[in-house]
């Protein structure tokens, strides 16, 4: 998982509300929390259309708010402070002080400033387990949870009645989501709302096999140390283009100070992977790890509001030797870090011995588990091997582990698998991890298009959803190669949400067709801008279209560049319709009388004229 | 399908030979006929490797070979000529007279040159059938045949056995791919050899389930009058980045000619939708088109050298009222053009009614039919519906026809399909036309992403692939939005490269792996240069390194940009995979005793200084 670089230094003023063209943010009120306010992007249609407003989902937070008054420095609005104390298990506490160590050791000149006003640090009261999942359990609906339900309707009911059509391969997506639903599937394990206590900031989303399918995307600092200002803009770009949460996979210097202006100023859940930052600590010597130290970076990270932790509890030290034969050996960063470590010392890993105390510590911020991967393939060679599967069945262990102790679980999967061997994956993991979300690494289809690994593992992805996984973490065209600038997010972004999207239309969803139609209507109807604006990114097929067909007429023209008017199928095809039509539905099945009457009608229709336009 | 513009007009004499960095060109001689001459790309690897060169499929023909001396105002060499005439079936005619509205009466300014040496026209001898499948079925091997057989096998004979890891759906792909295969595959319909007796500067390819999945580019002039040798570039550049075969969409003027150059220097088969230029002789006006025009549109561009033709003879009258509660209608150009007559005139489809003359032409040339499905679904919504199918079954029936008449035939198929319909339309087409090749437009698997079509539809047409389809045409970026540039067109080749590639390695082809395989160990040993040329587009991954790490040393550098030194976890897994070879295969059942040894091996072995580095 490769971590972007940006160019240009940005200062901390300069990121504002910049709305998306072609849609406007809207938000809609709780009803059993009218406090809450759930954000949408609304499509407004050509009145020719007909149609009500498309809602699409919007991850992007205030930053696409037009009214949203941006300052980083301040931060977001904290609009979880106030459900999160209403629950009166939680305190303040102290907190951890910050060490030299927490910043690799920067040197007071290449320091970035802290986060001006650092909040107050929470914690669970003694024998208190603030997490949504025990909450869930007790029969609690949280704001949170209706804020999910909202979110996850799209505003349907001011849309057409759903289409269910597809294959859901066992899940069980309803109609429509309740409040009292999302509790059911939080309380079985079966989705996360990943939700530090101490990030109030963020806007909850759920991530669950019977919710839509979410995407991540990673960022980080680059070996040049960055403005805190150019981190946030990561996350905010990638955001704007749909990533539903972002994962901080900086290392270096000043990680825990860019940390917090980036959380600070999410609107998404953040996750990291704390062995990173660990093994910083004790100078990059992965022999040099102690359990201390690691339970000490995640207790710094919880306390500064990470939403989940990917941890690689599962590379058992007899694992290990199941690697030696492979093409690619070990790809995971934190996973061979692991493996390192147990060689050396020729123990078992401290994640896996000591989980009960990882999940204390978990438990007292809901820091939501995303138990990783560290054996995953590298190489189609070594797709669902001996080493891939053990791994994924002691994650179906921990994650009983994680849930008696009311823990929010996902799963990390794969990485590099053929077509062939994709449901393999899913099927295992359904198998062995009670249904806890899958959060897989595309999958790469091939390994032979480095470059373009954007694709590569899309085909993948858009396959894995379908059958089941609730998030996809995305994959840039550099992945392989180096590291990812602004354009590979959101390519990668963008490639993700395609991916996200056709699994959603596979699986059935009922929200998913709505916004396929509506495309697809103004398509049709040569309704140019609305094809734009109901499109992943307006801009680019905007821009597309024009250096065909400049001429703003051409937006309203009745054919388009690639057959011109003489050949426009579609313009054809609507007179076909309107003569179809005239026969009203009985021209289907008395084909042969229908048809003499439809070719006259046809002809007054003008169809001669319509060709020669 | 959209067509190609290039942007600058090129001179004649600029297009020369160009080899692809990174590889060598290479031949292989037939045995059963050893004056053929089949081209492979190698790629040799790093000394470390100590592997043999990987050998590439490669349709880019002469102009990838340094030795090549290229003239396109000659032409390539006719390297079919002496297999042709040996076979003593068919006779030099006349050949029709070009006429005023074959270029579509362009005027004498605006006309482009006609090609220089205009090749003698060939034709059957009365009552032969000079077709690959005719020959085929009389038990003959013809030199196309070996010389796909040779192509299909890319020296494996050279490399480690073959892997056979798949999941094939019921297709029976073979070992070892022997000319004897390739005559019994064409025999019973099940393969293709696009090959017009007209068209003798071909390199033979195979269009079949059991051979590689093979890809098509559509290209075509522009609507402001293109340079000839710029639709020749379009062509060439296609077939560099891997199309199998090239498709002229051209329209409007100067196509008779234009279409003359790029078959006269076409290395690959040349496809065509013969009703454009035929609707362009009737000024457009779809009502007045008739069997005689169409006819004599196919003898004109069958003495051309046109290898398979798109027709649309399934749109039938009682169809096309199927289609009237579509979201999308009818979207494709032909069929929507068939669908204007058939109701205009409220007559049955001419060419579905005079199927039999139109096959007595094809086999006269050995031009392979591509049967249009005209009534394909433009949107996610009216995939797989009673239109669709119907048209599809009726294909089927055409294909008895065709086949009777010693024809070769591909059936053509969508479109915009949700995953979960897509196998259907492999199933269905496996059920009603015989096993003839299937030859698909993606599918786009969601119609959310005008701009990212190319990524929608590579999702569909790696999985519609490995079900079993033998071509997939590429979609663009441009796709529903403007004509392609040359960017878009290398964009699109390479999403399909993907796709194809990933099909071949789902269907077990044994031929797939090894190119991954051999990638990945490349990557693995941070054989960097080897990684970028054995990639789809080494020139791409080079610059994505070099971005991050421009210095020469870092090619060779035992780690990369993503995770630097300290955290490179294939450094690490191969100090892993040292201390577990220490330990022999007995390191994974034995793992206790094991372990301990290994730990120790694993310091000796400076795993310290390692991750130091």
Redesign the interface.
Same mark, same amino acid.
């Given at each position: 998982m490769?971590?972007p670089?940006l160019n240009a230094s940005i200062p901390v003023d300069q990121i504002k509300a910049e709305p998306r063209p072609g849609g406007r943010k809207v938000y809609q009120a709780g009803q059993l929390f009218p406090d809450i306010r759930v954000p949408f992007r609304e499509v407004a249609l050509h009145p020719t259309a007909n149609e009500p407003p498309v809602t699409l989902y919007d991850p992007s937070g205030p930053y696409t708010d037009p009214t949203a008054d941006i300052d980083i420095a301040r931060g977001l609005p904290r609009l979880r402070d106030a459900w999160i104390e209403a629950r009166g298990d939680v305190q303040p506490v102290p907190g951890r002080e910050v060490r030299p160590e927490d910043n690799g050791r920067v040197s007071d000149a290449a320091r970035v400033p802290q986060f001006p006003s650092l909040p107050p640090v929470r914690r669970a009261r003694a024998g208190a387990r603030p997490t949504q999942l025990a909450y869930a359990r007790a029969g609690i609906v949280t704001p949170e949870m209706e804020f999910v339900a909202i979110r996850e309707n799209l505003r349907r009911e001011q849309s057409a009645p759903c289409v269910r059509?597809?294959?859901s391969w066992g899940a069980s997506i309803p109609d429509f989501v309740t409040p009292e639903f999302v509790r059911q599937e939080v309380a079985r394990g079966r989705a996360v709302i990943p939700a530090n206590i101490n990030h109030p900031e963020l806007e909850p989303m759920a991530i669950g096999r019977n919710f839509l399918v979410k995407i991540n995307a990673n960022i980080g600092n680059s070996?040049v140390t960055s403005s805190v200002a150019e981190e946030v803009e990561k996350m905010v770009w990638a955001t704007r283009w749909g990533a539903d949460t972002v994962m901080d996979l900086s290392?270096g210097r000043n990680i825990h100070n860019i940390r917090e202006w980036i959380i600070r100023n999410s609107p998404v859940p953040i996750g990291t992977v704390p062995i990173?930052q660990a093994?910083e600590k004790v100078g990059?010597?992965?022999?040099d790890l102690t359990f201390d130290i690691f339970a000490d970076t995640l207790i710094e990270q919880a306390e500064q509001g990470v939403d989940y932790f990917t941890i690689h509890a599962g590379v058992r030290?007899?694992f290990?030797?199941?690697?030696?034969n492979?093409?690619?050996?070990?790809?995971?960063?934190g996973?061979?870090?692991m493996?390192?470590w147990c060689?050396?010392?020729?123990k078992e890993n401290f994640l896996y011995e000591r989980f009960d105390e990882i999940c204390e510590i978990m438990a007292a911020y809901d820091v939501s588990f995303s138990l990783g991967d560290g054996l995953r393939p590298?190489?189609?060679?070594d797709a669902n091997d001996e080493a891939q599967f053990a791994e994924l069945r002691t994650l179906g262990e921990l994650t009983k582990i994680a849930w008696a102790r009311d823990c929010q679980v996902m799963i990390e999967g794969p990485g590099?698998v053929?077509?062939?061997k994709i449901k393999a994956n899913m099927d295992e993991q359904l198998r062995h991890c009670g249904e806890a979300p899958f959060y897989t690494l595309g999958p790469l289809?091939?390994?032979?298009?480095?470059?373009?690994d954007?694709?590569?593992s899309?085909?993948g992805a858009?396959?894995i959803g379908?059958f089941g996984t609730a998030m996809l973490c995305y994959v840039t065209?550099?992945e392989?190669?180096?590291?990812p600038?602004k354009q590979d997010v959101k390519d990668g972004v963008? /490639?993700y949400?395609?991916?996200a999207? !056709? #699994?959603d239309? =596979?699986?059935?969803h009922p929200a998913a067709?709505l916004?396929?139609?509506a495309?697809?209507?103004a398509?049709?109807e040569f309704r140019w801008e609305d094809?734009?604006n109901?499109?992943?990114?307006p801009e680019?097929?905007r821009q597309?279209?024009d250096?065909?067909?400049p001429k703003e007429a051409h937006k309203t023209a009745h054919f388009?560049?690639?057959?011109?008017p003489?050949?426009c199928?579609?313009k054809?095809?609507?007179?076909?319709?309107d003569? /179809?039509?005239g026969?009203g539905a009985a !021209? #289907?099945s008395e =084909?042969?009388a229908?048809?003499?009457e439809?070719?006259e009608k046809?002809?007054e229709a003008g169809?001669?004229v319509a060709?020669?336009v």
């Open positions: 490769n971590a670089t059509d597809g294959e070996a290392t990173y093994l990059g010597v992965a022999e030290l007899p290990i030797p199941m690697t030696a492979r093409v690619t050996g070990i790809v995971s960063r996973g061979s870090i493996a390192k060689l050396a010392h020729h590298g190489s189609i060679a590099h053929a077509m062939h289809t091939t390994d032979i298009a480095p470059g373009y954007h694709i590569t899309a085909i858009a396959m379908w065209p550099k392989h190669l180096g590291l600038d963008i /490639a949400k395609i991916a999207h !056709a #699994a239309l =596979a699986k059935g067709r916004h396929d139609d495309l697809s209507r398509r049709f094809q734009f109901l499109g992943l990114d680019t097929a597309y279209h250096e065909t067909l388009c560049s690639m057959c011109g003489k050949f199928s579609m054809i095809s609507q007179d076909i319709r003569a /179809a039509r026969e !021209a #289907a =084909a042969e229908g048809m003499r439809m070719a046809f002809r169809g001669e060709v020669r």
